[in-house]
């Protein structure tokens, strides 16, 4: 009789976990994205500028200035989009370990909305590749027959892209337009003013 009671204690002290083990799996949270680390959080600032300005001096160009170059020598405004969405397109897939292989946007394209477009698609290769942890990035990658990790890959895609950003801020200060990095920035909002206080009652 003592072991049946026993057995019976023991069923309903469990009976209540087993009761809430679906629950509580329901209400776990999902699982957070793994930290960058200290080194790409710090990388992911400058990326992230340099991916906005220069999609926005593209964007700002006016067509007719695409095909504008101030000595023959040089390459087009357009010619330099182009450049920028074939070598981020490269760069980042090869710091995403990937057999990344030039692109001809900078020999084949010539209209605005085109190379515009092909910029942005660069930056979704990039995305990918600045969201790496630095664990990811510290594996080993032959990058122009050199020895490295893939940080080295990070490093040159964002040395380009600032590079070729000045290129393009001195073609439009020749037109007179003024780059998205010199462009004044918004007025903060008025602050709100103190509420008045309730005026006291009259005697």
């Not at 020598?73 to 990937?98: N, P, Q, R, Y």
Request: glycine share 6%.
């Amino acid at each position: 009789m003592k072991r049946n009671w026993t057995a019976l204690a023991l069923t309903l002290l469990a009976a209540p976990l087993f009761a809430q083990a679906p629950a509580a799996a329901q209400a776990a949270p999902a699982a957070a994205a793994p930290a960058l680390g200290p080194a790409m959080t710090g990388l992911k600032m400058p990326y992230m500028r340099i991916k906005d300005i220069l999609v926005r001096a593209a964007e700002k160009m006016p067509e007719e200035s695409y095909g504008f170059k101030p000595s023959p020598e040089v390459k087009t405004f357009g010619e330099f989009v182009g450049h920028v969405a074939d070598a981020s397109a490269m760069i980042c897939g090869m710091a995403l370990g990937e057999d990344a292989k030039p692109g001809d946007n900078e020999k084949t394209k010539t209209a605005k909305a085109d190379l515009v477009k092909a910029l942005k698609d660069s930056y979704g290769v990039c995305d990918k590749a600045f969201a790496q942890s630095d664990a990811e990035l510290a594996k080993p990658l032959k990058i122009f027959g050199m020895e490295t990790n893939r940080f080295a890959a990070i490093g040159l895609a964002l040395g380009h892209n600032w590079e070729h950003y000045g290129n393009m801020v001195t073609y439009m200060r020749i037109r007179g337009i003024v780059p998205p990095s010199s462009e004044p920035r918004p007025a903060a909002p008025p602050a709100a003013s103190p509420a008045a206080a309730p005026a006291a009652p009259k005697k």
